[in-house]
Each structure stands twice: as structure tokens, then as C-alpha cells.
């Protein structure tokens, strides 16, 4: 990401003081809010919309409830939010993909910035790289080293084509010139199933099924992604402090409205969702994701959304990534 976590929280905070009253939007919302999910249930997007759910609507006094509309790499569900009414009663529930999918299927049936306004970028949720036991690597330079080495074939697992992981791991590929192979799964907990076996030994995958593998010495990490440490992963460097500050990213869920929607509507949604995650029961169970509150603002999330899409496409080009 290309600004600071702590900005994030800073910046976020203070602007709660400034946001208008509710009574600047106080006939919202008149009716059941839906929180679209464009995934099927139970992946990270739809557990991080029904702890929202919960809380706004004890906050606001309305239901909020979580409909999910899979398929295409989320384009369905996205194409569905852009034609939605810009009044407040559909909300989206999105990961990067929302801003990286046009560029890795060519025609999508949305325009991230001309049918969406972002909210706020709720979390994030970092990448390891990690390596099966018996790679001899213990640091990312003698991993490079090993793969250029040129003895054997490398490959590489990730939860799927064009997820954060993915991503990442191509930029790590093409960044330093590496001979690597991607291998693309269904799912993180399948990627690290892959890597525990020994079939592609080397993943960049999110954390949940990650860490408890780490910590019973099943798989080694070498480095996160994200620009700070990780609090599931402490004695974890980063890319940076491993040398490769370029290597750098992290997955991230965003609450985003169709455009058009009023501002002071948009302003009582950010600071009401920034409310709900910092609640401390949800700040329990996203720590259990391995999740990073942020709670951005409108204007910091599109700025990131530019930023990400800007960055990530010149990766999915330069590696030739199509959606599968």
C-alpha cells in the first residue's frame, strides 16, 4: 500500500470530529440495508460484511443484512452494485479485485471509478512467504539465491489467478528476475495445503491458514508483505527489512456505495462502519482473521484504489495474467 497504516488511523480518527451529524442524513436509511457481497458466503468478504451487519444495524436502527452474488471473479456482483439505487440501500463489500479485475479480464460490466464511490477501506490483511521445511532457504536473499541457483525447478502457491497473493508473488518474480512457476488454487488453506506437502514448495498466501502452520514448525516463514510487522507473525521481518522494499502489498476489504450516492449519506456509512470495527468484540474476531483495522477515509480510499490499480495492472500485464 502506498500510504502508512498509521495514517490511515491517524487521519481516520481525526476526521471522525469533522463528519456531518446524523441529522444531516437523518431519513436514512427508511429501509433494510443490503450489504452486497460479491462472493460466496463464508470467504473473507462475507465474514467481514455479517460482523458489519450486526453492528450497523444496532447502530443505525434498520436491518443491514448480507446478500452474496458470486461468480466471474466477482464482476456479477459488481455489474449488479454499479446499476444499484445510489441512495444509501446497497452497499458493497469488496476486496482489490474490484479495481484489478478489469485489467486481468479486459472487459468488465462496471467502471470502478465512474460506477462506485468508496467509503471507507475497512482492513487489511497481509501476506507471508513461506517455504516448506526442507528448502533450505532462511531468508528471502537465500531463497532468491536458490532459485537462481538453477538446480531445480521452483513454483510458487497462491489462493487463486489474480488474488493479492498472487499478485504479490508474480511481483516478486518479475521484480528480481526469478525462474518461477505459479500454481493457483481454490482457496489459501489449499495453497498452504499444497506447500505442507511439498508440491510447490514455496507460498505467498494470507495468514489464517498460514499461521498455525508456522508455529507448529510446519512451514517456515521468511517475510510478510505489508509494510509493518504483523501481529500474528511478530519475530517476522518484512520485505523491506529483508532488503526488497519494492516488494510490498497487502489484500484489503473496502465498503464501497454506487456513485451518485448523497455525501452526507456516504459520510454517516464511513463513520459508522469506522465505529463497528473498532467495536471490541469485532476488533476480537478480526484479530482471529489475522485482519488490520484501517477505517480510511472517501478520499484516502480512492486515492488507494488509484494506486493499487495503477500498480497492479502493470503486473498482471507484465506477467500476462488472464483470469481463468
Known amino acids: 500500500m502506498t500510504l502508512l497504516r498509521r495514517e490511515f488511523l491517524m487521519l481516520a480518527g481525526a476526521s471522525l ?34 460482523l458489519a451487519a450486526q453492528k450497523l444495524s444496532e447502530q443505525l436502527g434498520k436491518p443491514f443484512y448480507v446478500d452474496n452474488v458470486a461468480g466471474a471473479g466477482g464482476n456479477i456482483g459488481l455489474g449488479q452494485g454499479a446499476r444499484a439505487a445510489a441512495d444509501g440501500h446497497t452497499v458493497l463489500v469488496v476486496p482489490p479485485n474490484i479495481v484489478v479485475n478489469p485489467a486481468m479480464y479486459g472487459t468488465v460490466p462496471y467502471d470502478p471509478y465512474k460506477d462506485f464511490e468508496p467509503v471507507t477501506v475497512a482492513v487489511s490483511a497481509p501476506t507471508v512467504l513461506s517455504v516448506h521445511p526442507a528448502v533450505s532457504a532462511g531468508s528471502v ?22 488474488t493479492p497473493p498472487h499478485l504479490i508473488g508474480e511481483h516478486f518474480r518479475l521484480s528480481l528476475g526469478l525462474d518461477l512457476v505459479h500454481v493457483p488454487f481454490n482457496s489459501a488453506g489449499q495453497a498452504v495445503g499444497a506447500t505442507l506437502a511439498g508440491h510447490t514448495p514455496i507460498a505467498f498466501t494470507s495468514l489464517p491458514p498460514a499461521v498455525p502452520q508456522i508455529k507448529d514448525s510446519k512451514l517456515r516463514p521468511l517475510a510478510v508483505t505489508s509494510r509493518t510487522r504483523s501481529p500474528a507473525l511478530p519475530d517476522v521481518s518484512t520485505m523491506s527489512e529483508a532488503g526488497y522494499p519494492e516488494i510490498e502489498g497487502e489484500g484489503w476489504f473496502a465498503f464501497v456505495v454506487p456513485a451518485g450516492t448523497p455525501k452526507d449519506v456516504i459520510a454517516l456509512l464511513h463513520r459508522e462502519i469506522v465505529r463497528a470495527i473498532a467495536q471490541p468484540d469485532v476488533k476480537e474476531k478480526m484479530a482471529a482473521l489475522r485482519f488490520s483495522a484501517l477505517g480510511t477515509t472517501p478520499e484516502q480510499s480512492a486515492a488507494l484504489f488509484r494506486d493499487e490499480s495503477a500498480k497492479w495492472s502493470k503486473v498482471i500485464l507484465a506477467a500476462g495474467i488472464k483470469a481463468n
Open 17 to 50: 470530529a469533522g463528519l456531518p451529524s446524523p441529522a444531516s442524513a437523518q431519513a436514512y436509511p427508511t429501509r433494510p440495508v443490503r450489504l452486497l457481497v460479491p462472493y460466496a458466503p463464508a470467504g473473507p468478504a462475507d465474514i467481514l460484511a455479517r
Open 141 to 162: 536473499t537465500e531463497l532468491v539465491t536458490l532459485i537462481r541457483g538453477g538446480g531445480a525447478k521452483y513454483s510458487f502457491a497462491s489462493p487463486g489467478t489474480g
